[in-house]
């Protein structure tokens, strides 16, 4: 009998070594949950930020008729959100890395969400230009922060990037929903809903991140370099507003390459800033020497020219060219929509197998074919061939390079600079669409211009000269896309490199 048990001082030893792994299930599993919660959270706050560039596309022509705002100086209700968020997306970065993630993450809802609130009451384009603005600082503090506690939550490889596909796919797809979303709300509220819908998102957001979220303390090291982070917002508001202007005061007039000067000369500030006065840079410039960052962001700033271009003139051509209600815009856009989604959680099954030079350049290559064959608008062109067909090429390929791109820019980096590399990414992609929209807003609207001369403008020749502009500008688009395709070939390395530790 004695010999038919254990020892009694095995007994507990071996009730713990049955219990040791339903222990450790059990923590994988918490852990798994903590993570997916973590993740929908992100997704939902990177959707309000790219929701919120889309949605007002629809919404632009109410707005000009409600407050009485010129052709020209309406994309400023676009620019005021993506030229603050693009020169403020370093900072943002940073001090998501220097102050700890969560904090910084909720203080950026919490703005981003007051500011939703006031555009929603304005009554005038400067108040919405200034809750634009505002709406812009919150986006850039969000933004950065999503990306980076997304990469330092999953660790670099196949989990990181599953979540970086769905992170993706809803990012992406903000764009197209947005559309959608803003029609369907200014047809029926009018277009302060486009700004109100925000409100509840944020609030919800910041109440569940306030605990799902891992809080972090930051780095002891907490300099920020405010005259660096002035430079490059100040040179590229006064880049973009030279190319916005330039149409009034001609491009090779004295005002027109002043500004531009000016613009450049700040630019060249904040160089000589990060890398011979501050003692502690918004950029260390060393990041670069990572290639898949450099040649990343290169990529990213084409792309988002073109990308926020083409949402934009495919939103003015259908209401003003076609005729379409805000509803049956918005309502165009959900094969773009659903094109990207599918793409983008196709993408990161393919990476682990391509890596994401393959898919990038074919991602881009699809982008630019659908930006080319938009070029074939008339003013009473065949939906199916004209707009719904491009659509669905131009969501794939769209779909298929986000994700590419964004594993690109922040392999290799060390996880104390993932909020730089995030805001480093973050800011080419909206610095590079309010340029590229100011530019080609600009072609757009000089082409129509010289189309109409000093004839009456009659219905159907308004129509005709207004297709005209757009697809002057959408040829360029295309060739900017086309162009970021032959970057990634040729500097993007095959395999990303492995993150280093920090020196």
């Known amino acids: 009998m004695d010999d038919a048990l254990p020892p009694a001082a095995s007994r507990p030893l071996a009730f713990g ?7 450790h299930l059990h923590r ?7 993570k997916r919660v973590a993740l929908t959270l992100l997704c939902l706050a990177q959707f309000m930020v790219v929701l919120d560039i889309s949605i007002m596309n629809v919404a632009l022509p109410s707005i000009r008729s409600h407050l009485h705002v010129s052709q020209a100086n309406l994309q400023w209700v676009v620019n005021a959100y993506t030229l603050t968020s693009g020169g403020l997306l370093l900072l943002g ?13 909720l203080c950026g809802l919490a703005i981003f969400s007051t500011a939703s609130a006031l555009g929603g009451l304005a009554r005038s384009l400067d108040v919405l230009v200034a809750a634009r603005a505002l709406q812009g600082l919150g986006s850039a503090i969000v933004a950065p922060c999503t990306l980076s506690i997304l990469t330092t939550t999953f660790p670099e490889g196949p989990e990181r990037n599953r979540a970086l596909g769905v992170w993706g796919s809803v990012a992406a797809a903000g764009g197209a929903i947005g559309v959608l979303l803003g029609g369907l709300l200014t047809q029926l509220f009018g277009w302060p809903a486009v700004m109100f819908v925000n409100v509840p ?7 569940v991140s306030a605990r799902a979220i891992r809080a972090e303390s930051g780095l002891p090291d907490r300099h920020f370099d405010a005259p660096g982070a002035l430079a490059v917002t100040g040179g590229l508001v006064a880049i973009v507003f030279a190319v916005v202007r330039s149409s ?4 090779g007039s004295a005002r027109t390459l002043g500004v531009l000067a000016l613009g450049l000369a700040l630019l060249g500030v904040f160089v000589a800033q990060e890398q011979r006065w501050s003692k502690h840079p918004l950029v260390p410039l060393r990041i670069f020497q990572v ?8 990529v990213m700033a084409l792309v988002g ?3 926020f271009s083409t949402f934009f003139f495919v939103s003015i051509y259908l209401q003003q060219v076609r005729g379409y209600s805000p509803l049956h815009a918005g309502l165009a856009f959900v094969p773009t929509g659903l094109a990207i989604v599918l793409a983008s959680n196709l993408a990161p099954r393919l990476l682990p197998r391509l ?8 991602g881009l290559t699809c982008a630019a074919a659908a930006t080319a064959w938009f070029t074939a608008w008339t003013p009473h062109g065949d939906y199916l061939t004209t707009v719904f067909a491009p659509e669905i090429l131009f969501g794939l390929g769209a779909g298929m390079s986000f994700v590419p791109v964004t594993v690109a820019a922040t392999s290799g980096v060390p996880a104390q600079e993932a909020g730089l590399a995030s805001g480093l990414i973050n800011m080419s992609r909206s610095v590079g669409g309010a340029i590229g929209l100011a530019a080609l807003a600009t072609v757009a609207s000089s082409h129509t211009q010289a189309l109409i001369g000093h004839r009456m403008p009659t219905q159907a020749l308004a129509a005709s000269a207004l297709t005209g502009g757009f697809t002057r500008s959408l040829a360029i688009g295309a060739a900017l896309t086309l162009a970021a395709a032959l970057v990634a070939a040729v500097a993007l390395p095959g395999r990303p490199r492995p993150a280093q530790a920090s020196e």
């Open 355 to 362: 890596g994401p030079r393959p898919l990038l350049v074919a």
């Open 17 to 23: 070594a049955h219990r040791l792994p339903r222990l």
């Open 305 to 307: 020219s073109a990308i």
């Open 248 to 251: 009034a005061w001609g491009f």
């Open 291 to 298: 290639r898949s960052v450099s040649a990343a962001n290169l």
């Open 28 to 34: 994988v599993h918490v852990e798994l949950c903590s």
């Open 201 to 207: 998102i944020g609030i919800v957001v910041i109440a």
């Open 93 to 105: 970065g940073r001090a998501a890395d220097l102050l700890g993630r969560r904090r910084v993450f």
